[in-house]
């Protein structure tokens, strides 16, 4: 059973910095697409952005680019999230996802395609 557990974030003002982590167990991640997604109050979840199996290959929603990082240490079985510049704009409850799906992903950006979740991580930013 996979098991997907997060820690880091809380609370910043604005412009400050946080990193999230995402550690998985009961499985090996080397071999799969990972990616963070966001809810925000009264909203739904949101793309934030994924990351391929490697690393090598990583996209963000519009409203992250230049500020987020997604990261992978395949040899730690953990994913990361580095965010810089943060807005208030940036609240929201932040999960990490996986999917072991033998098959290739219709649509990296959508929830649906995730097989596994994290518990979620609150990130508050105030100005």
């Known amino acids: 059973q996979v098991q997907l557990v997060q820690s880091g974030g809380g609370s910043v003002q604005v412009g400050g910095s946080l990193r999230l982590s995402c550690a998985a167990s009961g499985r090996t991640i080397s071999t799969y697409l990972m990616g963070w997604f966001r809810q925000a109050p009264g909203k739904e979840r949101e793309f934030v952005t994924f990351?391929?199996?490697?690393?090598?290959?990583?996209h963000y929603a519009d409203s992250v680019k230049g500020r987020f990082t997604v990261s992978r240490d395949n040899a730690k079985n953990t994913m990361y999230l580095q965010m810089n510049s943060l807005r208030p704009e940036d609240t929201a409850v932040y999960y990490c996802a996986l999917r072991t799906r033998s098959h290739m992903a219709v649509d990296n950006m959508a929830w649906s395609e995730y097989d596994h979740w994290g518990q979620g991580t609150q990130v508050t930013v105030s100005s």
């Open positions: 990351i391929n199996w490697s690393g090598t290959m990583t």
